[in-house]
């Protein structure tokens, strides 16, 4: 028997025909592998992972801000959130009172935060992925899933009590200028009088009164709400790409692979706007997900500054919500979040992909 004559496979969605109609420019070159778990591949995927965050996070920082207003019911916006142009609104009250840098409150902690927030995530999915997913057999979707869970699981252990600061940044609205160190020592000498499970927390550790803990707030529905926003971000992006290359659609999504001498292809690049619109699509699903998770955890972080002197756990803080709002109060800033998160997701999977292939790791 002679060796086979058919078209390259790109597909692994089981039923989907896995033969592409191609072309001599698309025919699969030889791969030239790095070992993921080597000191150089968690280095290079790390930097390509906090540059795509940095990238993201820029793109929609004014939003961010507004949305954070929304979310914790600050008493100065809350007038414009559910309201059709709410956003824009809240935004031009915030450009006119602050000026174009009030929109950019608290980016450069922001920054600061999601570098190594973004390199832990995108390395550590890496990782999972090669050990949850070896082979191409493997590529099902609650694997895509648990590995991405777990890099999400992984990041906030490392980088949350950032993400707290940045949202008390964003949360102030005081006239005078605000630093990060005026913030960390306000959060630290809080003395919050906890509510029901909280309280318990009180009795024996010593982070809780030493005033670190403060800096953990909202930190269990994060942890809860990273199973699905990180394992539906990861799992529908690369669903979508391997929907993509499907024959029926990818004369349309694919581009000519113009780096024929390029030994670590290992299937034609999508065109900008297909990869784009797969991390649109991922970012959409996995804000669906885990929304109601985020406004109880922006709720919690915040509890010090709203002047109520209280604290509240996650089943306080959920009831609450339910008490005063319906169930829409879960769901309260949901269009701004969308708006921020679809091309934020996009925006950062496209880069970490072009990152990835200018450090030749793709």
Known sequence: MGLSKEPAVYSRIPGIPAVCETDNHHELHPRRTMNKKSLDYVLRSGLAGGLAGCAAKTLIAPLDRVKILFQTSNPQFAKYSGQWLGVWHAARDIHDQFGISGLFKGHAMTLLRIFPYAAIKFVAYEQFRAILIPSDRDEVPWRRFAAGSLAGMTTVFFTYPLEVIRVRLAFETRQRKVSIRDICREMFNERVQPLGAARDAQRSPVLWRTGIANFYRGFSPTLAGML????????????????????????????????????????????????????????????TASYPLEVIRRRMQVSGAVGTGKSVGFWECGREIMKTKGITGFYVGLTIGYIKVVPMVACSFYVYERSKHLLEID
Do not use: H
Not at 234 to 245: K, Q, R
Not at 257 to 262: K, Q, R, V
Not at 264 to 275: C, H, S, V
């Open 228 to 287: 699905p926003y990180a394992g539906m971000s990861f799992m529908a992006y690369d669903w979508v790409t391997d929907l993509l290359y499907d024959p029926r659609i990818s004369r349309y999504t694919m581009a000519k692979d113009t780096n024929e001498g390029d030994t670590r292809q290992t299937r034609p690049p999508l065109y900008a706007w297909a990869k784009l619109t797969a991390g649109g699509f991922a970012g959409m699903l996995s804000q």
